[in-house]
């Protein structure tokens, strides 16, 4: 009657073995570390440059417990967090640019636990800290980029209203038209005047031509602005959602910067890489006049830009920008059919689509270049010949070195164009906020409060009050482990919503107990008073489980950030707690009493 089948004794047992590996590495701790990676996602990293890291750190007497190659990074264990910094400074110094030196957090588990994957779960911000970040947005190079753009519909209007013009430039933040007569200046001013109000036109008159200046009014320069760090920010999020990071932190601070933390980072090389990125893409034509061997001495003709290309030559490229990243509403990696090469597939906006169709069907047989601009730096991936009208939307970007930068690529395009150039002024990690003493204090509340439990559980129900204590601590270590299993990050009220399940499991053993004491009490025998207080306390526990797992669900199909945290460990630890109260003590009781035939008396 009281008796499991041995293979379901079994699974208890291996489902009790899997969770006490899976939740041991959280016990650990984490080890402050340096990580290095290349710039180049191109570039591999190997045994040379992890002899050569160690060799910088000896020779700066930086003491360390440990390097190790971790995929395509060398990362390094260190003693405490100012050698970690200590670390940083001689490896970047000694290592150059063409490395990402980070600061990160590696777990102290054994190395025997890495190989079965059992990984800490991350913690938040509130309780482990993280990767802190402050970015700068180039404000001058936001007002720049909104010339560029007025520069390029300029055009369009002064060409759908048939007002002929000589040409269209720009000096910083100010866009100038040149103009033949007076009569078709004054006609552009009506045009241009009423199409963009955001401007201040300024008219001279010069000894060959007219001359039209605009610029931004004071009031729509600060929008511009505004708008750009709104949309980095926007546009960070996308990154680090891209990166999977939990309930991260980005916010702005003051006019012109965005803090960024990241809670429960492993590869902040990799994270810092993808936020201080700024890549975009410009599309421009190419000067098929310019003489090779001035741009080899670095004299381009008047209205063009030296640019190198991926093959080391160098060509150059018209001043005025076709389409900028702005127009991209998609980007995904993939291949070139023809070649085979690693390319990236773009689909541009309606705008887009309509400019680059144009821009296409009147310079057929000419060079375009297609520019990626990162970190300041301007490169042409490719400068195909067009051979005919390209309609559609859809661009195919070739030129790639590797499948993994095309995917690099797309998932900076894809995320969003920046509004502005961003630059990282200042990282570091950051502590727990709630203060190491109040985690700690917090930890040994529930401590306390678990033993307390155990007490009274032991005193009123004796025997079956401690298979219930056991049951209960079997529980925790169910759901640390399955956390840990989904890598999920634990944040305070995570915490909170661990500790109202273990008070929920503990009810349902309280329901089995008392219905077995009932069961007693109406002369029901020991084994039948086990099966039937099991048996009928089950639907009751489904019930009360049920109503609080469907408000769980709610919560994460509802809330966000914090709240979701909740509603994860909430329910996943109501699927444990029924799992553990129900199935895992009674195993217990089984063991105990079901083999005796003629069992008398049981202790509750």
């Known amino acids: 009657m009281n008796r499991f089948p041995l ?3 079994i699974v208890i047992g291996i489902t009790l073995v899997v969770a006490f590996l899976y939740a041991l590495p959280n016990f650990f701790g984490e080890v402050p570390a340096v990580q290095v990676s290349p710039i180049r996602t191109t570039e591999k990293v190997d045994t ?5 890291v160690e060799s910088l750190l000896k020779a700066a007497n930086v003491a360390y417990s440990g390097v190790q190659l971790s995929g395509n990074s060398i990362k ?11 670390a940083k400074d001689v490896l970047q110094k000694g290592l150059g640019e063409r490395y990402t030196v980070a600061l990160n957090l590696l777990p102290a588990s054994p190395a025997w636990l890495s190989a079965i994957n059992a990984m800490p779960m991350y913690l938040g911000l509130d309780l482990r800290g993280g990767v802190h970040f402050l970015l700068e947005v180039d404000m001058k190079a936001a007002l720049e980029k909104a010339a560029i753009r007025y520069q390029n519909d300029f055009r369009a209007e002064l060409r759908s209203a048939k007002i002929r013009y000589g040409r269209i430039s720009r000096e910083g933040d100010a866009v100038s038209v040149h103009f033949a007569t007076r009569d078709q200046r004054d006609a552009a001013i009506n045009k241009l005047g009423t199409a963009f109000t955001d401007l201040a036109y300024t008219a001279e008159d010069q000894a060959e031509a007219f001359t039209l200046t605009a610029r931004l009014k004071p009031e729509a320069e600060k929008q511009v602005q505004e708008f750009a760090l709104q949309q980095n920010i926007t546009t960070l999020r996308n990154r680090v959602n891209e990166l999977g990071v939990a309930e991260p932190v980005i916010q702005q601070q003051g006019a012109s910067r965005v803090v960024v933390q990241l809670p429960g980072v492993q590869d902040t090389a990799k994270a810092k890489d993808i936020l201080g990125r700024t890549a975009t893409l410009e599309i421009r034509m190419v000067d098929e006049l310019a003489d090779p061997l001035a741009l080899a001495q670095g004299q381009a003709p008047f209205g063009t830009d030296i640019v190198p290309t991926r093959e080391g030559t160098l060509i150059a490229v018209k001043k005025d920008v076709v389409l900028t990243g702005d127009s991209i509403t998609n980007a995904t990696p993939g291949f070139d059919n023809a070649t085979g090469q690693a390319a990236v597939h773009i689909n541009l906006d309606g705008s887009g689509a309509r400019i680059f169709k144009d821009v296409t069907r009147e310079n057929v047989n000419k060079r375009m270049a297609i ?13 195909p010949v067009i051979r005919e009208e390209i309609g559609g939307g859809r661009v195919q970007v070739t030129g790639m070195e590797s499948a993994q930068e095309a995917s690099d690529v797309a998932l900076l395009l894809r995320a969003g164009a920046l509004a502005a150039p961003m630059q990282i002024v200042e990282e570091r990690t950051v502590g727990p906020s709630m203060g190491a003493e109040n985690i700690e204090k917090g930890f040994h509340s529930n401590l306390w409060g678990f033993l307390a439990v155990t007490l009274l559980m032991t005193i009123y129900y004796r025997v079956f009050g401690l298979f219930s204590s056991i049951a209960l601590a079997i529980n925790g270590f169910f759901l640390i482990a399955l956390l840990s299993m989904i890598q999920a990050t634990l944040t305070l009220p995570g915490m909170a919503a661990i500790a109202l399940t273990l008070g929920m499991a503990i009810d349902a053993n309280v329901l089995i107990n008392e219905r077995i004491r ?9 084994q039948a008073a086990i099966h039937a207080g099991y048996e009928r306390a089950w639907a009751t526990i489904l019930d009360s489980n049920l109503t609080t797992l469907i408000a769980g669900i709610a919560l994460f199909w509802l809330g966000s950030g914090p709240v979701r945290g909740f509603a994860v460990v909430l329910c996943l630890g109501i699927l444990t707690s029924m799992f553990s109260a129900v199935t895992v003590s009674r195993a217990m009781v089984n063991l105990t009493y079901g083999r005796q035939t003629r069992l008398a008396k049981v202790s509750i």
Do not use: M
Request: glycine share 8%.
């Open 76 to 86: 390094a264990r260190l003693a405490s967090t100012d050698l970690q910094i200590q």
């Open 371 to 383: 520019l990626l601009i990162e970190k300041g730096r301007v490169e042409a991936i490719t400068a």
């Open 518 to 526: 009932e069961e007693l009490r109406s002369g029901a025998t020991p």
């Open 48 to 52: 040379a440059l992890l002899g050569q």
């Open 7 to 9: 293979w379901k004794n």
